[in-house]
């Protein structure tokens, strides 16, 4: 069975950092684009950072220089590392899959185009 599921979250202060990590099981995650999303009380689920199977990111603007996306195909895993925390940041963080044939072909910020989701984990940045 295919699933997704993130891990790494938690309270943090302004300014600190995060590692969120996502595994995935019940498929090759080599085949797939992958993307973080969040979600914040009362607003709609956001694309904050894709990475294409050959690597290539796509980041939201309002977390450029400070996320990072990352992927490692021999663990099935990719992980999301977050500096510079702001309590903006705070919300659900969810990690998703989406089959790919083109591994060339650059990852989208558009929840429609994933296909399989995790459960998600919660961050706050807080003082």
């Known amino acids: 069975q295919l699933q997704l599921v993130e891990s790494g979250g938690g309270l943090e202060q302004p300014g600190g950092s995060l590692r969120l990590s996502c595994a995935a099981s019940g498929f090759t995650l080599d085949r797939y684009a992958i993307g973080w999303f969040r979600q914040a009380p009362g607003k709609e689920r956001e694309g904050v950072s894709c990475i294409s199977r050959a690597g290539g990111r796509t980041n939201a603007d309002s977390v450029k220089g400070r996320f990072t996306i990352s992927r490692e195909n021999a663990k099935n895993m990719v992980y999301l590392q977050m500096n510079s925390l702001k309590p903006e940041d705070t919300a659900v963080y969810y990690c998703?899959?989406?089959?790919?044939?083109?591994?060339?072909?650059?990852?989208?910020?558009?929840?429609?185009?994933?296909?399989?989701w995790g459960q998600g984990t919660q961050v706050t940045v807080s003082s």
């Open positions: 998703a899959a989406v089959a790919t044939s083109n591994m060339f072909r650059q990852c989208v910020l558009s929840r429609d185009q994933y296909e399989y």
